[in-house]
């Protein structure tokens, strides 16, 4: 299981710095200033995955050990707030295109890693409403994300449905896994709950690769209606 989250996790961030830098040179920032950016891209992409973790790690996201507050939908809105942010002032902000944006979408194919949640659904570690709808929602996004992605930049208007569905497969996700939740505030219980998504490795998931995917998705839409 680690080793499918980590090798999913890191090839995702690795895949959008290179997009970033990509990108850069497209709109005419130099080599040298592209590369620059895109290790600050990726250096903290990385800082955000070890504070997570060690939040995770520390059993800071058990909401039922931490009162009402749930500090895994925190850090989840936090995260995709500032990523959202970073994404929209220059000079990512001016990322634009077609090509951009299938660029954007090429990340998503890491969303494979959805067949953990099948996995830990077969040992009765998570919900079956989480854990298929996560799991084949996932799988999809990620097999067709390449081919998506090439058809974006061949020109085809493939990419709005695909990151349409891409977020609410994410949203989806969210609200059951909130819902599904131990804690005082969660409307539903169930045997077995959604308590694994707020332990490592699978926090991972949750706190880094959701926001992380939400900003590619929204980003990439809004790079084809700027190079409109």
Do not use: C
Request: glycine fraction near 10%; charge should be positive.
């Amino acid at each position: 299981m680690w080793i499918i989250i980590l090798a999913a996790g890191s090839g995702m961030l690795y895949s959008t710095t290179m997009v970033a830098r990509n990108g850069l040179i497209a709109i005419g920032k130099s080599p040298r200033k592209a590369n620059r950016l895109a290790v600050g891209v990726l250096g903290s992409l990385s800082a955000w995955l070890i504070i997570s973790s060690s939040a995770a790690g520390w059993g800071l996201y058990k909401q039922s050990e931490r009162g009402a507050i749930p500090w895994v939908a925190v850090s989840l809105t936090a995260a995709l707030a500032v990523m959202l942010f970073f994404a929209s002032i220059k000079p990512f902000g001016e990322l634009a295109g077609v090509k951009v944006a299938s660029g954007l979408i090429t990340p998503q194919m890491y969303r494979v890693v959805g067949v953990v949640f099948l996995i830990l659904f077969a040992v009765n570690e998570l919900p079956p409403v989480l854990a298929i709808s996560a799991g084949v929602g996932d799988l999809a996004i990620g097999v067709y994300a390449p081919i998506v992605a090439k058809k974006v930049a061949s020109g085809e208007s493939t990419g709005r449905l695909f990151n349409t569905l891409g977020l609410l497969d994410l949203l989806n996700v969210t609200i059951i896994t909130y819902t599904l939740s131990p804690g005082p505030l969660t409307p539903f219980q169930s045997a077995p709950d959604a308590s694994a998504m707020a332990v490592l490795p699978m926090s991972i998931l949750t706190t880094v690769a959701v926001p992380l995917a939400a900003t590619l998705h929204i980003k990439s839409i809004r790079a084809v209606r700027l190079g409109d």
